[in-house]
Every structure is written in C-alpha cells, then in structure tokens.
C-alpha cells in the first residue's frame, strides 16, 4: 500500500451535504481518502481546492 498527497479542484454546490459528496467522490477516483480539508475557495470561480492524502493498493508481485 502506499501514500499519496493530491490536490483537486472541486466545483462548489448548493448544500455542504452535496459538497462532501462531490470532494469524496473525485478523491475516490485518486484511491481511499485517509483525510482531506479544503484549503482555499475561489469565490470568483465558485470552486474549491481540496488537498488529500490516499492510499493505493500496491500491485501484486
């Protein structure tokens, strides 16, 4: 298993609840999120970026 830092742009919703949902769902396209936060909003633009850390499943050797 390893560890990986990422960041994503994530485009703000209408609800917190529908917010959430979309940050775990482009996390969960990276590999299991262990913890994220978002770190800053463009209100301009209306998006959020959202720093994680995930883990991937190391090929099998």
Do not use: C, D, Y
Request: net charge negative; charged share 20%.
């Amino acid at each position: 298993m390893t560890t990986h830092f990422i960041s994503a742009e994530i485009t703000l919703e209408e609800t917190p609840a529908q917010l959430q949902a979309a940050i775990e769902a482009e996390l969960a396209k990276q590999g299991e999120p262990l913890r994220w936060a978002i770190t800053s909003v463009n209100v301009q633009k209306q998006t959020a970026i959202v720093e994680a850390v995930v883990t991937l499943k190391s090929p099998p050797t």
